[in-house]
């Protein structure tokens, strides 16, 4: 047998595509149970909230939801080095505003009440979780809570580049 066939075969067996160029590998298709590594930068209302460029990529496990529903439907299906602007609605990304997320609580339970803000970000336990909630407002008496996510209710714009695909 020639050598650039046993080469193929064993390049076959291994998984990889053998045709055009010899050794090229196949690319793959994100698809479920994939481990996509991408770069990505996140927009909301025209001003950049999030991006992993000047850092490590994100890498996650395609179909386990591990990135907000919108982003890993929008992925299915494209290949390493592949870049796609992606528009995610609320209800596929961190999801509406609840209002019943919104909760006063009295200010004397807040250790350091003083130096409190409105926009600040507090942290705490309810039901033996840890909670995240951002203060509205602020008087003599109460603190008010927002509980839901900071990005629930925003569409989402994210610029996105494949880097790997396994």
Same mark, same amino acid.
Do not use: W
């Given at each position: 047998?020639? @050598?650039?066939?046993?080469?193929?075969?064993?390049? &076959?067996?291994?998984? %990889?595509?053998?045709?055009?160029?010899?050794?090229?590998?196949?690319? @793959?298709?994100?698809?479920?149970?994939?481990? =996509?590594?991408?770069?990505?930068?996140?927009? =909301?209302?025209?001003?950049?909230?999030?991006?992993?460029?000047?850092?490590?990529? $994100?890498?996650?496990?395609?179909?386990?939801?591990?990135?907000?529903?919108? &982003?890993?439907?929008?992925?299915?299906? &494209?290949?390493?080095?592949?870049?796609?602007?992606?528009?995610?609605?609320?209800?596929?990304?961190?999801?509406?505003?609840?209002?019943?997320? @919104?909760?006063? $609580?009295?200010?004397?339970?807040?250790?350091?009440?003083?130096? %409190?803000?409105?926009? !600040?970000?507090?942290?705490?336990? @309810?039901?033996?979780?840890?909670?995240?909630?951002?203060?509205? !407002?602020? !008087?003599?008496?109460?603190?008010? &809570?927002? $509980?839901?996510?900071? $990005?629930?209710?925003?569409?989402?714009?994210?610029?996105?580049? =494949?880097?790997?695909?396994?």
């Amino acid at each position: 047998m020639p @050598f650039p066939i046993k080469v193929c075969l064993l390049a &076959l067996t291994a998984g %990889l595509f053998c045709g055009g160029k010899a050794g090229a590998m196949e690319k @793959f298709a994100i698809q479920k149970g994939s481990t =996509v590594t991408i770069h990505y930068t996140l927009k =909301v209302d025209r001003k950049m909230v999030d991006s992993s460029i000047d850092r490590e990529p $994100l890498t996650y496990v395609q179909g386990l939801g591990q990135i907000v529903p919108g &982003l890993e439907e929008q992925l299915i299906g &494209l290949n390493q080095g592949d870049k796609k602007h992606v528009t995610v609605s609320p209800d596929k990304g961190y999801g509406p505003i609840y209002p019943d997320a @919104f909760q006063n $609580l009295p200010r004397k339970t807040f250790k350091n009440s003083k130096s %409190l803000k409105v926009g !600040d970000v507090v942290t705490g336990q @309810f039901n033996g979780g840890p909670v995240r909630a951002t203060i509205q !407002d602020i !008087d003599r008496k109460n603190v008010s &809570l927002n $509980l839901n996510h900071p $990005l629930a209710g925003k569409i989402l714009e994210f610029d996105v580049e =494949v880097v790997k695909v396994k």
